[in-house]
């Protein structure tokens, strides 16, 4: 089991940035694939980036070049630093553990931060 605890949303203005945290129960990043989704109302949950075991990422086209992924795994937490925010980027942001075996895929979530853009 792995427990996720996101922070740091928040109400911010447009062009504004904000920086999300992501506190893993345990060091899971050399076993799971970490992930920053959002989801906003009406709208189905949306993959923002990923990070490979081996650091490799994933941006949605929409964040790239705002957005960075980052990750300490002395602390293990995962880190989603959101620049030049827009009114299109309000959602809940939610952090995503996946684990994938041979027969199986796990995957964890935390209980969602909510970030709000508006002027």
């Known amino acids: 089991q792995v427990q996720l605890v996101e922070s740091g949303g928040g109400l911010v203005q447009p062009g504004g940035s904000l920086r999300l945290s992501c506190a893993a129960s345990?060091?899971?990043?050399?076993?799971?694939?970490m992930g920053w989704y959002r989801q906003a109302p009406g709208k189905e949950r949306e993959l923002v980036v990923s990070?490979?075991?081996?650091?490799?990422?994933n941006y949605a086209d929409s964040v790239k070049g705002r957005f960075t992924i980052s990750r300490d795994g002395a602390k293990n937490v995962v880190y989603l630093q959101m620049d030049n925010l827009s009114p299109e980027d309000t959602a809940v942001y939610y952090c995503?553990?996946?684990?994938?075996?041979?027969?199986?895929?796990?995957?964890?979530w935390g209980q969602g931060t909510q970030v709000t853009v508006s002027s």
């Open positions: 995503n553990a996946n684990l994938k075996l041979i027969a199986a895929s796990y995957d964890y």
């Open positions: 990070i490979t075991i081996g650091g490799r990422t």
């Open positions: 345990r060091n899971i990043f050399n076993t799971h694939v």
